[in-house]
């Protein structure tokens, strides 16, 4: 069976990520995190103090470090400039400053071209903000998934909980808020619904949930897909 791109995009703790990589695991696919990668070259400038808002600086950080992931049982793993970077580009400093790096156009334009690489063949399911829009138009399958505000920040609370991370529901919160303010509201490709995507409210929806909906889509596009194959023949 031909294998398609499957592109997942919504704001921060909508379970992009979590979605994506059981989707991923029960297809066979690859899965690929688009935001790991703006993470990463904000973890590189602060690494290599180079400011958020030195766009040339950020374009060569991107040439001279490439950015390398494993696919692991629970998902994936992120290198780069000769370290695992899987746990420490989720740390504060990085989250905080990652609205503000992923903003510039250079910075997009090559990351866009990995990107696009990552799924030449098909059969990758991606997650981010413009996958739908700007990364793969001609994804197969759209998904834009959504959830309230209160939601959202409850669910990073209850994560960061289990992971033994200090926290503040309150703060939590208004981080996301701005985040959202931020990646919505920039020039280059931002955060938006592609008009062919299907858009999931994940509000009290849990995990399963939102995959059998997604799995759904995908095995209607797929019987499609064969269906036309067949006609043809
Ligand atoms: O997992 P979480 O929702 O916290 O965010 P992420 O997917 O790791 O993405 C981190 C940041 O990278 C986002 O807030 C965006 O600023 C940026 N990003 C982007 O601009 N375009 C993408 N395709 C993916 C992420
Ligand atoms: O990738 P993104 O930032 O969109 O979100 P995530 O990291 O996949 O999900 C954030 C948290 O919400 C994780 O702890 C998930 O387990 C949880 N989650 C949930 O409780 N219910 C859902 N329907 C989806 C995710």
New binding site residues.
Partial sequence: MRKINIAID?P????????AKIIAKDLGYIYTDTGAMYRSITYLAVKHQVAFDDEAGLVALIEKYPITFSQTTGGQAVFCDGEEVTQAIRNNEVTHNVSEVSAHEEVRKRLVAQQQKIAEAGGVVM?GRDIGTQVLPNAEVKIFLVASVDERAE??Y??NIAKGIATDLATLKEEIKQRDYLDSHREVSPLKQAADATLID?TG???QD?VAAIETIVAATLEDDSARKAEKE
């Fill in positions: 919504g921060a703790s909508s379970g992009k990520s979590t979605v997650d669910r990073r209850k994560e994940t929806m849990s995990i939102v």
